[in-house]
């Protein structure tokens, strides 16, 4: 028996590092999957190795600077599996850490829509069917950010940032409908996404190495199965320590 037996979850941003691996544990612990993403060709791969677990699962694609797109993307989830119990809001971008005077409002913009307003947009869509069933719950990916200043530009910060309030209000809107709704915010993460990033201040973190994606899927599991139903309207923040901010240690 797996902890997600049974259940769909709908993972946005599930063609390339954490959303990757959460979704290939989702489907190793019986969940049902959507993967959403633009790489169609990634995302067969990755269908592909759900067949070693069985798993039903099956590849939306979407466009998440287009608000029709992402209806689409929950309604063909919703036509194909009947309904959605987990939503994963982990697609995201970074800017490029600059001055706010150098900042163009097109970045703005573009970091905005695809970092906030996209997991704003699926949430909306999606709640009616977790309403209608008495259950859900809705894990949205935000950043060590939401515990310091100078990991993004003001765009970045202000998105995920905007996320923590908005996980917030969403829980005490929904937990009475049995809704559960946290955020996960990763620290510095091997991903595709960091390829291009070095940051010094990760050698004197606790822990002095970057996270793996397989390490966060584990919590994402968490947060999504049973084991965490108490734990509601939370920011958990698995950053390696990092944001402790002590010296190092000799």
């Known amino acids: 028996m797996g902890k997600l037996d049974g259940k769909v979850a709908l993972i946005y941003g599930g063609t390339s590092g954490i959303g990757e691996a959460t979704a290939l544990l989702y489907a190793q612990e019986g969940a049902k999957v959507a993967i959403v993403g633009r790489n169609e060709e990634r995302a067969n791969a990755i269908l592909d190795k759900m067949k070693h677990f069985d798993a039903e699962a099956i590849?939306?694609?979407?466009?998440?600077?287009?608000?029709?797109?992402?209806?689409?993307?929950?309604?063909?989830?919703?036509?194909?599996?009947?309904?959605?119990?987990?939503?994963?809001?982990?697609?995201?971008i970074l800017d490029n850490y600059d001055p706010i005077q150098d900042t163009d409002e097109s970045l703005f913009?573009?970091?905005i829509q695809l970092n906030l307003k996209a997991p704003w947009l699926a949430t909306k869509e999606v709640v009616p069917y977790m309403i209608e069933q008495g259950s859900g719950v809705i894990i949205n990916i935000a950043s060590q950010a939401t515990a310091m200043v100078g990991v993004g530009g003001t765009p970045y910060m202000s998105s995920k940032y905007g996320l923590v309030g908005m996980t917030r209000q969403l829980a005490h809107e929904l937990g009475?409908?049995?809704?559960?709704?946290?955020?996960?915010s990763p620290g510095f993460i091997d991903t595709p996404m960091t390829e291009s990033v070095t940051d010094k201040r990760l050698e004197k973190s606790p822990l002095g190495r970057p996270g793996k994606p397989e390490e966060i899927a584990k919590t994402a599991l968490f947060l999504a199965s049973s084991d965490s139903d108490y734990i509601h309207g939370i920011n958990l923040i698995q950053d390696g320590g990092w944001t402790l901010g002590g010296y190092p240690v000799d």
Do not use: R
């Not at 009475?176 to 996960?184: F, H, Q, R, T, Y």
């Open 59 to 92: 590849f939306v694609k979407a466009d998440l600077s287009d608000s029709q797109s992402i209806k689409d993307s929950v309604k063909e989830t919703v036509d194909h599996f009947g309904t959605i119990d987990i939503l994963y809001n982990g697609a995201g």
């Open 176 to 184: 009475p409908k049995g809704v559960k709704v946290n955020v996960l």
């Open 109 to 111: 913009d573009q970091v």
